[in-house]
T-cell receptor, first 114, second 117 residues
Framework: SAVISQKPSRDICQRGTSLTIQCQVD?????MFWYRQQPGQSLTLIAT?????????ESGFVIDKFPISRPNLTFSTLTVSNMSPEDSSIYLC???????????FGPGTRLTVT | AQKVTQAQTEISVVEKEDVTLDCVYE???????LFWYKQPPSGELVFLIR??????QNEISGRYSWNFQKSTSSFNFTITASQVVDSAVYFC??????????????FGSGTRLQVQP
């Protein structure tokens, strides 16, 4: 199984600023996913991050707002840009295992925008 | 497009009662995977089970059991003799291949289970 860590675990940010969330996996994985969970809601896929190529964004999410980097097979970052209170959510990093069956989640980053 | 429906928003039971969480899904693929995750108040997602579309055998793990029925597109989850520690939000999720070949999860809206002592 993959062990995923995320930094920071939580943060309180001011409106208009940006925050970069880091996701580190203890093994090499092909695909990494970023999800958002707004308060009291389910998880929504933001984008898929493949190493060496641009991230693929879901409908409603754009690169200017959520730029993603994937410099190698164990690491990715998600930036939440020009934040507003509506961006207050838990952001989760996720990976699939080598056989592409299980999907593992990081502990999440709890973001509050004031 | 795939879709997962968890019609039960919140369920409250008394400890030791059995409880079933419903999950209905929609997909056009013949190959897909179904998952259940638990999210306790601490917020982390805990993987409970994965089932592929070709395996309709029901599964039991301790107090947990899952009933997969392709004929009704359902993947229900039963907790027997519930305990206070079972209090959490439970998510059903579906995974299929997307147009780019990648696999991502579509989550249901979740069911909040409250187990009263």
């Amino acid at each position: 199984s993959a062990v995923i860590s995320q930094k920071p675990s939580r943060d309180i940010c001011q409106r208009g600023t940006s925050l970069t969330i880091q996701c580190q996996v203890d093994s090499q994985v092909t695909m990494m996913f970023w999800y958002r969970q707004q308060p009291g809601q389910s998880l929504t896929l933001i984008a898929t991050a493949n190493q060496g190529s641009e991230a693929t964004y879901e409908s409603g999410f754009v690169i200017d707002k959520f730029p993603i980097s994937r410099p190698n097979l164990t690491f990715s970052t998600l930036t939440v840009s020009n934040m507003s209170p509506e961006d207050s959510s838990i952001y989760l990093c996720s990976v699939t295992d080598s056989l592409d069956y299980e999907q593992y989640f990081g502990p999440g980053t709890r973001l509050t925008v004031t | 497009a795939q879709k997962v429906t968890q019609a039960q928003t919140e369920i409250s039971v008394v400890e030791k009662e059995d409880v079933t969480l419903d999950c209905v899904y929609e997909t056009r693929d013949t190959t897909y995977y179904l998952f259940w995750y638990k999210q306790p108040p601490s917020g982390e997602l805990v993987f409970l089970i994965r089932r592929n579309s070709f395996d309709e055998q029901n599964e039991i793990s301790g107090r947990y059991s899952w009933n997969f029925q392709k004929s009704t597109s359902s993947f229900n989850f039963t907790i027997t003799a519930s305990q206070v520690v079972d209090s959490a939000v439970y998510f059903c999720a579906l995974s299929e291949f997307m147009d780019t070949g990648r696999r991502a999860l579509t989550f249901g809206s979740g069911t909040r289970l409250q187990v009263q002592p």
